[in-house]
């Protein structure tokens, strides 16, 4: 299951006192899931709280009297309007609008910005990040983090039995607490949460700490794919691709109008499929009955017409219900239309849902 | 005086009669994790040995299981579409998949009994 070129977790020692079952993803070799399962451990990531090894993914620190402007020119962003502490959901958009790589720009001061990247294109996010920087006076630094996700409703009170207070932080910002920590009160479950990049050796103590509280227990790889999924976000190479532009995906919301005119990489084209419309656009599907429908289904219209297909697909354990997403045809995409997906032959009816499945419980203020 | 056999695929056969009813190991259910939905086969349904019988779904994955031997579907366990987790919780027993009327009994011979099992999977 593991090549020679897989990547180990620094923490991989922890995981595996924990019981962990690894298996490969983004070039990883990671925790899918810990001995109580996915199902118990995705319900108490919702009741409690669940701490999650994500240091798969790539922290970069981009800084320098360029750095808003070069970020501006990679993402459709304005980063100078960021206050200080406050985080963007943005991309990297090619020049066809397609999205590279779905990011987290944090603005950590005056000139220096946190961009958190997917495991899976963190090479190739440095690799045009860099090429973009020699127009720019900005320098990219990436960073040596382990990064942990504490997510659920307990969360931000172990944290604060930990030591880590949270009690000011916002969904949506993120701030250095300690020497070379960075602490964001985001995630990818639709839950109240903390992503916290720091040294592994701060987060082998914190861990200890947190692990002692019964209210947190490791989750794994397989509990954050259906959290993510029925809180409606997005995977990057599945529902999510370079061939897919931010109008499509219905993330629009993620770029400001009054940059919209701008001079972002990706800005002509997504204009222009802004003034036609998009052909497709990406939905919530709600299966009827138990079973699962999986990525790469075909999707049908009830005359056998092709309608689309699924992108991310699996059972959702706090909805107690088949959860799935994916594009069809932009007249078919409002809620409530009635389509048939096919799985190994047989068609499943699905409704046409909007997301999130589970309600997002954001701490906003 | 039935008698249980094995496959490498993680499954088992208890064979009486000249019926087998086959089911998956504790071992593979535990490598599949919380199953959500199983898909069981018509009664009647002609199977040559590795033919997909079922297919079984976790909250994460669908896997296969095969026909282990050449046979006719006799019964499939109805009781697993209101509680798939059966699999789980009792994998040899309750969780059982299907059942069926062997064609060909002298593939057995070619299956692993429990001692070897263990073996197999270390």
């Given at each position: 299951m593991t090549g020679e070129d897989t990547r180990h977790l620094p923490l991989e020692d922890l995981h595996q006192a924990a019981g962990a079952r690894f298996g490969a993803f983004a070039g990883w070799s990671m925790p899918l899931t810990y001995p109580p399962g996915v199902m118990k451990e995705h319900l108490h990531t919702r009741e409690h709280a669940g701490l999650f090894d994500i240091s798969h993914m790539k922290l970069f620190e981009v800084g320098g009297p360029g750095a808003a402007a070069l970020l501006n020119r990679a993402c459709p962003l304005d980063a100078g309007a960021l206050e200080i502490s406050q985080s963007k959901y943005t991309f990297f958009l090619n020049e066809a609008a397609g999205i590279i790589d779905d990011l987290i720009v944090t603005r950590l001061g005056e000139d220096r910005f946190m961009v958190v990247a997917n495991a899976g294109n963190a090479i190739e996010d440095e690799k045009h990040l860099r090429a973009l920087a020699t127009d720019f006076d900005a320098r990219i630094e990436p960073l040596d983090r382990v990064f942990l996700a504490i997510q659920g409703p307990d969360a931000w009170a172990a944290l604060a039995r930990a030591g880590i207070e949270t009690g000011s932080l916002l969904f949506m910002h993120g701030i250095e607490p300690r020497q070379n920590w960075f602490m964001s009160r985001s995630g990818y479950t639709g839950e109240d949460g903390f992503e916290i990049g720091l040294p592994e050796k701060d987060a082998r103590d914190l861990i200890a700490k947190l692990l002692e509280d019964e209210r947190v227990q490791w989750i794994g790889l397989a509990a954050r794919d259906s959290l993510r999924l029925e809180a409606g976000l997005c995977l990057h190479g599945q529902?999510?691709?370079?061939?897919?532009?931010p109008a499509s995906a219905g993330l629009m919301w993620a770029i400001p109008k009054e940059i919209r005119a701008g001079r972002f990489i990706g800005a002509d084209a997504l204009r222009s499929i802004l003034e036609r419309g998009p052909s497709q656009k990406r939905v919530g599907l709600k299966p009827d009955g138990r079973q699962p429908v999986r990525a790469g289904a075909a999707l049908v219209d009830a005359g056998g017409n092709p309608a689309g297909h699924v992108t991310s697909g699996g059972f959702g354990p706090s909805t107690g219900h088949p959860v799935a997403m994916g594009y069809v045809d932009t007249a078919l995409a409002k809620a409530g239309t009635k389509l048939f997906a096919d799985v190994r032959g047989t068609k499943i009816p699905v409704d046409v849902t909007s997301l999130p499945f589970t309600p997002h419980r954001y701490r906003k203020g | 005086m039935a008698k249980t056999y094995f496959t490498e695929d993680h499954e088992w056969l208890r064979v009486e009669g000249g019926v087998a009813t086959v089911g998956i190991t504790d071992y593979a259910q535990e490598q599949l994790?919380?199953?959500?939905?199983v898909e069981l086969p018509e009664i009647g349904r002609k199977l040559a040995k590795g033919d997909t019988a079922v297919v079984v779904e976790s909250v994460k994955a669908a896997s296969d299981v095969y026909a282990p031997v050449d046979g006719e579907i006799t019964e499939a366990n109805g009781s697993l579409s209101a509680d798939p987790s059966l699999v789980n919780s009792a994998a040899t027993g309750d969780g059982w998949l299907w059942k069926m009327k062997l064609s060909n009994e002298s593939q057995l011979d070619s299956l692993m009994d429990e001692a070897a099992y263990r073996a197999h999977i270390g």
């Open positions: 529902d999510l691709t370079p061939e897919i532009d | 994790g919380d199953l959500v939905f």
